[in-house]
């Protein structure tokens, strides 16, 4: 039967964000509808790579989010290897600069893994970026110039807040994908800094949002996800 929701599965990404098989594959159980699924460190390093396997064997697309920043050489060839595990979507820190964009980028040919350079962490704010990270531009500005450089080097998509989705739509044209975390119903929440809800970042021009803790430890999940999902939508009913 067609939902009116089955649209909203290609652009909602949820974070596994847990630290063993048995609590991400009673998630995949408890929210079948979900298509996109996010590993990041947490569950890479407590369940071993091999969850990426299991979680394809599902029918369901990997994003994969390590975040790699080495020199060169060695993003690249980490890169190699995990582009050849069957992973959709992979990212890359976008502050490793441009010759390390480039060889990552050159890693994946071959593949259909799609790289995605990490702009500004989410849960950064304006005045870390000046304060402690010493960098005298503002998110836009910096979020912006971060975006250009991974274009540049011929990455594919750039994660940031959806904050800047709009000025990054504005300046890098419609074919960058760009996926935004820091989503919320209500504004912050946990150590997020930078957030929109679902409807906000599509208007950004986002072409995923990701959602971890409001969807995985809200009471009842299956719940959580369809308010994101009819949210996206701009479902005046959420
Ligand atoms: O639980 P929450 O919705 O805050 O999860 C957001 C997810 O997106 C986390 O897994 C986090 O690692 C990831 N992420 C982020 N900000 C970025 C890149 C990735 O929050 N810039």
């Not at 964009?101 to 259909?112: D, N, P, S």
Request: proline share 7%.
């Amino acid at each position: 039967m067609v939902s009116v929701l089955d649209s909203v599965w290609e652009h909602l990404i949820v974070a596994l964000d847990v630290p063993s098989w048995d609590q991400a594959l009673e998630l995949l159980r408890l929210l079948p509808q979900v298509r996109w699924w996010k590993v990041g460190l947490e569950l890479y390093l407590g369940a071993g790579s091999e969850i990426v396997a299991v979680v394809r064997g599902q029918g369901k697309r990997i994003f994969l989010d390590l975040k790699l920043h080495d020199i060169p050489n060695t993003v690249a060839a980490a890169t190699g290897i995990l582009a050849r595990q069957g992973v959709d979507l992979l990212t890359v820190h976008a502050s490793g600069g441009l010759a390390m964009l480039r060889a990552a980028q050159q890693a994946t040919q071959g593949t259909t893994c799609r790289l995605l350079g990490v702009t500004l962490l989410t849960s950064l704010t304006a005045p870390d970026l000046q304060n402690h990270l010493h960098v005298p531009l503002d998110p836009l500005d910096y979020v912006q110039h971060l975006a250009q450089t991974c274009q540049t080097a011929g990455i594919p998509g750039v994660v940031c807040s959806p904050w800047e989705a709009a000025r990054v739509r504005q300046s890098c044209g419609p074919d960058l994908l760009i996926v935004t975390p820091g989503i919320r119903l209500q504004p912050g929440g946990d150590d997020q800094a930078r957030t929109c809800t679902p409807a906000q970042a599509r208007q950004q021009g986002a072409d995923w949002i990701v959602v971890g803790r409001p969807i995985t430890r809200a009471p009842d999940p299956q719940a959580a996800l369809l308010a994101y999902a009819h949210n996206w939508l701009g479902d005046p009913c959420c």
